[in-house]
């Protein structure tokens, strides 16, 4: 099955910009979708479809990517920004099944 | 406003079956639009996709998982399961259950899981 790799963390000052990567043979045929994590609670979408924001997320939030790598950027950094960021795509196996990305903890410094 | 919400029991015994039902509300998982999905994620770890099932009762699993899972619809009271048999301190976890969206772009579908439940504590031990 396919896995996607992420960095484990990255740090930001507070209202800098900030770029996590996914990378993984399933994003050359599949849309990325990347999901917030916060602790203690459920993940939610905040990019879907490789860069495209749900209602209600943040237009600092944007996604990007080109073959096998996918970037969600937060530009503009705010201390509730901090969280857990999970990258996810169908599989390229064949089958319709899913795979995570193993998360990257980002801290607002 | 679509919700989901997990439940079953909190604490499952080694080797016995892990039970979990999902409940939706504010749309009908019969609805041909979605698939209905099951994701874990361990104390401290990243998420693990479980499997989804379609509209049509059918399901597709994570190959890890496969040999131990059933996931099954109850359109009537308008919920989903899962089934993970033979359950080991392996399989604690907290457990989601999310919908998959989807549509077409360019050519090409695309999935994201837009709704999710807040998640339940599932622990296996004796």
């Known amino acids: 099955s396919s896995e996607l790799t992420q960095d484990p963390a990255v740090s930001v000052a507070l209202g800098q910009t900030v770029r996590i990567t996914c990378q993984g043979d399933?994003?050359?045929?599949?849309?990325v979708s990347w999901y917030q994590q916060k602790t203690g609670q459920a993940p939610v979408l905040v990019i879907y479809?490789?860069?495209n924001r749900p209602s209600g997320i943040p237009d600092r939030f944007s996604g990007s990517g080109a073959g096998d790598i996918a970037s969600l950027t937060i530009a503009g950094a705010q201390a509730e920004d901090e969280a857990d960021y999970y990258c996810n795509s169908r599989d390229s196996s064949g089958n319709h099944s899913y795979v995570f990305g193993s998360g990257t903890k980002v801290t607002v410094l | 406003q679509v919700q989901l919400q997990e439940s079953g029991p909190g604490l499952v015994k080694p080797s016995q079956t892990l039970s979990l039902t999902c409940t939706v509300s504010g749309v009908s998982i019969s609805s041909g639009s979605y698939y209905w999905s099951w994701i874990r994620q361990p104390a401290g770890k990243g998420l693990e996709w479980i499997g989804l099932i379609y509209t049509s009762g059918s399901a597709n699993y994570n190959p890890s998982l496969k040999s131990r899972v059933t996931m099954s619809l109850d359109t009537s009271k308008n919920q989903f399961s899962l089934k993970m048999r033979s359950v080991t301190a392996a399989d604690t976890a907290v457990y989601y259950c999310a919908r998959i969206n989807w549509n077409l772009i360019h050519y090409y579908y695309y999935y994201y899981m837009d709704v999710w439940g807040k998640g339940t504590t599932v622990t296996v031990s004796s």
């Open positions: 399933s994003l050359r045929t599949h849309y």
């Open positions: 479809a490789k860069s």
